[in-house]
């Protein structure tokens, strides 16, 4: 079982992790305020709180997760609305053979720096998008190690600079980098630390 595995059916407690779902939506809706998307995907979906506060942004919204337990709470979410609008997704983009579905919108919390391989996700981002599709990356700014508790073997979130130069590098053109969102944490030794989250926004080109 995974660490995600274990923390899902405590995860949609925690009122810090839903108000910063809510608020990081309303940052997305203002950002998009005058688009709406006909096929959407939120990858690393957990169990959907960000996608399903996002949703009337959508005609269709996809959640898809590595994790099984994370998955199976989104799943039960999706019963609350009319059928087929939103479907959750137990599935693994670097190991999975690509899925049918192309998407006009993808978009990711805290996801980015899990997967150690940024090039091959962007990629797999790229194929799955339609032409003129928008990816919308929302994660660490780079960060000293503090974030996590115990060993860690991501990314200590991600430099504007050369994010955007692997963004190129895959296909699309890098529009916006802007923070978004600021996670407080008490360390070990009583100290509240803030690390901010950025919002990028990139169009894919080709």
Request: negative net charge; contains cysteine; charged residues 30%.
């Amino acid at each position: 079982m995974s660490d995600f595995d274990q923390k899902a059916a405590t995860w949609d407690e925690d009122p810090t992790k839903i108000e910063r779902a809510q608020t990081i939506a309303s940052r997305l809706k203002e950002y998009f305020k005058d688009k709406r998307f006909k096929e959407v995907l939120e990858y690393g979906s957990g169990t959907g709180l960000l996608g399903f506060a996002f949703l009337d942004k959508c005609d269709h919204l996809t959640l898809m997760d590595e994790s099984i337990e994370m998955t199976n709470l989104a799943k039960q979410k999706t019963m609350r609305y009319e059928e087929g609008r939103v479907e959750a997704l137990q599935y693994d983009l670097m190991n999975d053979p690509l899925p049918n579905k192309r998407f006009d919108l993808i978009f990711t919390l805290l996801t980015m720096h899990h997967i150690p391989d940024t090039n091959g996700i962007l990629e797999k981002f790229s194929k799955i998008l339609n032409p003129g599709g928008i990816l919308a990356l929302i994660d660490l700014e780079k960060e000293d190690g503090s974030f996590h508790d115990g060993e860690f073997e991501g990314h200590l979130g991600f430099e504007k600079i050369k994010l955007e130069s692997q963004l190129n590098n895959n296909g699309f053109e890098a529009m916006d980098f802007f923070e978004v969102y600021r996670i407080t944490k008490k360390l070990d030794n009583g100290v509240e630390k803030e690390y901010p989250l950025f919002l990028s926004i990139s169009k894919k080109t080709s």
